[in-house]
């Protein structure tokens, strides 16, 4: 599945990506209230246009001396009823505000998100044993789960626009949203506040599932990477020669081994996408990834690495059991 970049609503993957396609109930009163906002906006419009039109066009008469025009017009046309357009709309955005901010129910997951250049760290904290992903948020249908989001480099900005508004991730700042999808579903969500050459390519997708194939996922993940088979052996030397091991973790039962800047690769082959939603993860695209992801995301933190071919499908066998 490749849904990068968008086109208006529709991602590349034919899946709308648009908060006026909602499908949880933060998103249906946002929807709702620029539903009502647009045909505010479409009245207010059509009065104008049209007073400016009978203005323009009215038959004409001379000039009478003694005519003057009534201040109580001017004060009801052009004071009161724009103030209760005015503070009317504002009581429906703080009300939509208000509907947004906390969900019905106690959430039934939390999550940690970390915005980073350019990618998306994704901590399950909560329930049962913490466990690190990237890109990828998988979550029960039917429920809020809980997002607390923080930003160690620059300023992000959290969307999924089928599911919630924007919240932006700051440096020093820990700020908390809540999702909840209504329907089974896979959910683009991207970064919506510019951080940086590749701002543009930072994309992840929340995958709505029932709640026992979330379970399911859930105790997959908890598990630690299975222990590499002699088909693995020279996969796993190469993942440390070659560097790897510096910015990418792999947790075993033994304990996590590497790590520091990068996405956690203990379960990597089970997501859709590598690259922060950039490219759907087969072997092609991620032993080019490997080899130059500069020519992909360029001003990406990772360097191209320059190893033989045989060492790449070594290392690709390797990455690609961690299921
Ligand atoms: Cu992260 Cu824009």
Redesign the pocket.
């Known amino acids: 599945m490749a849904c990068a970049g968008s086109l208006l609503l529709l991602s590349a993957c034919g899946a709308p990506q648009s908060a006026l396609n909602p499908r949880g109930p933060a998103s249906s009163e946002i929807a709702l209230l620029w539903w009502v906002l647009f045909w505010i906006s479409v009245a207010v419009t059509v009065v104008v246009f049209g007073s400016l039109g009978w203005a323009l066009f009215r038959p004409r008469h001379a000039p009478d001396a003694t005519r003057t025009e009534s201040p109580r017009l001017f004060l009801v046309l052009g004071v009161a009823i724009p103030s209760i357009i005015l503070i009317g709309t504002f009581g429906l955005n703080m009300r939509t505000i208000l509907a947004t901010a906390t969900p019905g129910s106690p959430p039934a997951v939390d999550l940690q998100i970390v915005?980073?250049?350019?990618w998306w760290e994704v901590r399950y904290v909560q329930p049962g044993p913490s466990f690190t992903t990237a890109n990828e948020l998988h979550i029960p249908v039917g429920q809020p789960v809980h997002l607390e989001l923080l930003?160690p480099d620059?300023?992000?900005?959290f969307w999924v626009p089928e599911l919630q508004k924007k919240t932006d991730?700051i440096p020093g700042q820990t700020n908390s949203t809540w999702i909840q999808a209504d329907e089974p579903g896979d959910y683009r969500g991207?970064?919506?506040?510019?951080?940086?050459e590749?701002?543009?390519h930072?994309a992840f997708h929340v995958v709505a599932q029932p709640p026992d194939q979330f379970q399911a996922w859930l105790a997959a993940q908890q598990k630690p990477a299975a222990q590499p088979g002699p088909d693995q052996s020279r996969g796993v030397q190469v993942f440390s020669s070659a560097g790897c091991i510096g910015c990418h973790a792999i947790r075993y039962g033994s304990g996590a081994v590497g790590g520091g800047i990068g996405p956690d690769l203990t379960h990597l082959a089970s997501r859709s996408t590598i690259a922060a939603g950039e490219l759907a993860n087969n072997r092609g695209n991620l032993g080019g990834w490997i080899v130059n992801s500069q020519a992909i995301k360029p001003g990406n933190y990772m360097p191209p690495i320059p190893i033989s071919g045989d060492d790449l499908q070594a290392l690709l066998d390797y990455l690609e059991s961690l299921k």
């Open positions: 915005g980073r250049q350019w930003a620059v300023i992000h900005s991730m991207q970064c919506a506040e510019y951080c940086g590749q701002h543009g930072m």
